[in-house]
């Protein structure tokens, strides 16, 4: 028994699918995170496009020509568009909307020179998989560019991109070598086949790629959140300790100094009694930010609670972390804080500790470093102290 298949209904097929898969994402959409719903928006939008696409391609014998010819291939380019754009919106990538403007009117104009005033169907067919190739492929790199895709997810939507491009552009090759392949749209020959299927799976599996780089990067956020401080953007107390016991025994091990200064605002209570706690939130968001200045890129500043902030300091010894600590101390004084329109002077209070063979656990460096701050407190604020043990060696 001969096989057969109609490629006009494996269309409608796949148009059907890509259509339902668009729906669904247009509802999944909503309890995405707000952050993500211009991307998905697009993507939306090229599940409807190409779908729309197809069934126009369909309608061969039915419509007219400007219609299933042009009108189709600018639906499927301008879906192919609507792919890129939201990657690129994914991924905090600058869109380029003259660079794919320029493919979709490439595409209609190739439609509309070889397909209406100029028939000729393989010159058509080449040029018009070359530029949907290209479009494809403009995909595949965003994905693949982005530094924020390092995972084997990145591979799911990448690799769709990456092999639809790949399959329009041996589309374009095959009618170049053998321009007797594809006589009719639908002839039944293995590279219209090949075409039509990886056109009517792109959007299921390209869109299954996106969800799962969606639910990466929630889960990477949530991670975040769980060690980041909400308001001030630093590691929070959690956080530091963590990071504070993997510090000191990375210290011990290469027989590194490992320093620690606990930070905080003098009389800050005045300011959420005098100015309100909103204006006290923003001294410390604008704190922090002061504080950073002065610290190297391998410093891990945190927050430890209310007005309290601490910096993790590697390979540091006690005299390079007194000289950072007063360098922190100096940026406050005579410089006052602008909370909302109003300025005010804040001064700091620094304890300094040096890991110590004593020191069995990051509280214990912790705990010298708090009782230098209150040393500096009780001697008058606006000073560095630096706790008795700080001169040991580690």
Known sequence: MEWTFDI????????????LVGLLLAVVARAMPAA???ALTWWVAATLLQPAGFVLLTQRDHLSEWLTIVGANACIALAFAAYAVALRRFFHQQVRPLLLAVMVLLAVAISTW???LEPDLTLRLITISLVLAWMLGYSAWTVYRSPEATGPLR?????AFTFSAAVMAYRAGVLVVDPGQVLTVFQLT????????????????????????CTERSQRELERAARMDFLTGVYNRRAIEELGTRAIAGARRHGMPLSLLVVDLDHFKRINDELGHAAGDLALVQAVARIRESLRAEDLPGRLGGEEFIVLMPNTDGASAAAAAERIRESFSGRPLELDGQRRGVTLSIGVAVLAPADRHFSQLLQRADR????????????VMSDPMSGWES
């Open 8 to 19: 006009r209904s494996g269309l409608l097929v796949g148009a059907v699918l890509t259509l």
């Open 36 to 38: 993500f719903r211009p």
């Open 114 to 116: 070889w397909g209406l």
């Open 155 to 159: 591979h799911v939507a990448g690799g």
């Open 190 to 213: 293995h590279v219209q086949v090949l075409t039509y299927a990886v056109g009517s799976i792109l959007p299921v599996v390209a869109t299954l790629g996106f969800l799962l780089l």
């Open 372 to 383: 230098a701050m209150y040393a500096a407190k009780h001697a008058g604020r606006d000073l």
